[in-house]
C-alpha cells in the first residue's frame, strides 16, 4: 500500500516535471521566433528631478505573448539568459531602444531626452556585446551621450579588469553606465574606484520601507555618500508615493523613478504624457 502510494507520488512528480519541461520548451521555442513576429516591445519610464522636471527615461521591454496576453521581464529574460537568447533579445533591445532615442533626439519637446537601456551579465559578457553596441547607435544614429547601459553588480563576478576594460570600450562612444539594484548583491565595493561608472540606483526594495526602516534608510543614505564621495550621480527607483520622495530628499537623493511619476508605457503614450507635470500623478495615494 505504501510503496504504491510511493509509486503514485513518484509518478505525479514526474507528470508534473514533465508539464513543466514542456511548458518550458514551448515557451523557449515561442520567444525564438518572437522577434521575428514582432512581439517585443519597449515600455519607458520617466527618470524625474523633485520638482517633477524629466531627465530621462528607462526602456523596459515587454513581450506580447500569442496566448498569454503581456509578459513582463521576470516571465522570460531568465529563460533568454539560461537559453543563450538573450544575445538576441538584447541586440534587438538597443536597436530597438536606440532607434527610440534618436527619434526622441530629432523632435524639440524630447531632444534632451537620456534613455537608460537594461543589459543583463550574460549579454555583457558576449565577445559580440561592444560591437553590438557600436553597431546599434552607428545605425540609429543616436547621439551616445544620452544613452546610459543599467548593469546590476553580477557583472561584477567576472574577472574586474575584463570588465573594465570592455566599459571603457563603449564609453570612449559617450556612453555612461549605471549600477542597477545597487545594494542588493554581494560585490565588494572596491570596484566602484576601478569601473567607469556614473551612477547608482538606489533598489526599490530599499525605498519601500524608507520612512519606517531605519536598516533601510541608513542603506540609501549610504548609497547617497557613496555617490557622493565617488562623483557619481543617484537616482532611487521605486519611489510610489510622496512620504518616500520626500524622505530620500532629506537623505540627499534628488533623482526618483517609480509610480509615482508614471508607469511604464509605450512611446507613443510616453510622449503624451510629456504635456504635463509629472509630479501630480497619483494624487490619490496621499
Ligand atoms: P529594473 O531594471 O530594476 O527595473 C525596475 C522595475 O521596477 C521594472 O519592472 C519597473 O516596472 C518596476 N517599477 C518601476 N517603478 C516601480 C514602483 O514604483 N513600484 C514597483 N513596485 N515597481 C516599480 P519590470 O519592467 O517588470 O522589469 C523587471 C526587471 O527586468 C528590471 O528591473 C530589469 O532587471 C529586467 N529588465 C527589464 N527590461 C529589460 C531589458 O530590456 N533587458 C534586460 N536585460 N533586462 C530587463
Ligand atoms: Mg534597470
Ligand atoms: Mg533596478
Ligand atoms: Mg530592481
Request: charged share 20%; hydrophobic share 40%; aromatic share 8%.
Amino acid at each position: 500500500q505504501a510503496k504504491a502510494a510511493g509509486r503514485d507520488t513518484l509518478r505525479f512528480f514526474a507528470s508534473a516535471m514533465q508539464v513543466s519541461v514542456t511548458a518550458r520548451a514551448l515557451l523557449e521555442n515561442q520567444l525564438r521566433n518572437a522577434a521575428g513576429k514582432n512581439q517585443f516591445e519597449l515600455h519607458y519610464q520617466a527618470q524625474v528631478k523633485g520638482d517633477g522636471t524629466l531627465i530621462g527615461a528607462e526602456a523596459l521591454v515587454r513581450w506580447h505573448h500569442p496566448t498569454r496576453g503581456m509578459l513582463l521581464p521576470a516571465a522570460f529574460i531568465g529563460l533568454a539568459e539560461e537559453s543563450g537568447q538573450i544575445l538576441a533579445l538584447g541586440r534587438w533591445i538597443l536597436e530597438a531602444g536606440c532607434a527610440q532615442l534618436a527619434r526622441w533626439q530629432n523632435k524639440p519637446l524630447t531632444a534632451s531626452v537620456r534613455l537608460a537601456i537594461n543589459v543583463s551579465a550574460r549579454q555583457f559578457r558576449h565577445p559580440r556585446f561592444v560591437d553590438d553596441v557600436y553597431r546599434a547607435i552607428r545605425e540609429s544614429g543616436a547621439d551616445p551621450h544620452q544613452l546610459k547601459l543599467e548593469m546590476t553588480e553580477s557583472v561584477l563576478f567576472d574577472d574586474i579588469y575584463d570588465t573594465s576594460a570592455r566599459m571603457s570600450e563603449i564609453r570612449k562612444l559617450g556612453v555612461g553606465f549605471s549600477l542597477d539594484d545597487f545594494g542588493t548583491g554581494y560585490s565588494s565595493l572596491s570596484y566602484l574606484k576601478i569601473l567607469p561608472i556614473d551612477q547608482l540606483k538606489i533598489d526599490q526594495s530599499f525605498v519601500r520601507d524608507v520612512q519606517t526602516n531605519k536598516g533601510d534608510a541608513a542603506i540609501a543614505r549610504t548609497i547617497v555618500s557613496l555617490a557622493d564621495s565617488f562623483g557619481l550621480e543617484v537616482i532611487a527607483e521605486g519611489v510610489e508615493n510622496r512620504g518616500q520622495r520626500d524622505h530620500l530628499a532629506a537623505l540627499g537623493c534628488h533623482s526618483y523613478q517609480g509610480f509615482l511619476f508614471n508607469r511604464p508605457m509605450p512611446a507613443s503614450q510616453f510622449e503624451q504624457r510629456l504635456g504635463q507635470p509629472f509630479v501630480s500623478e497619483n494624487m490619490r495615494m496621499h
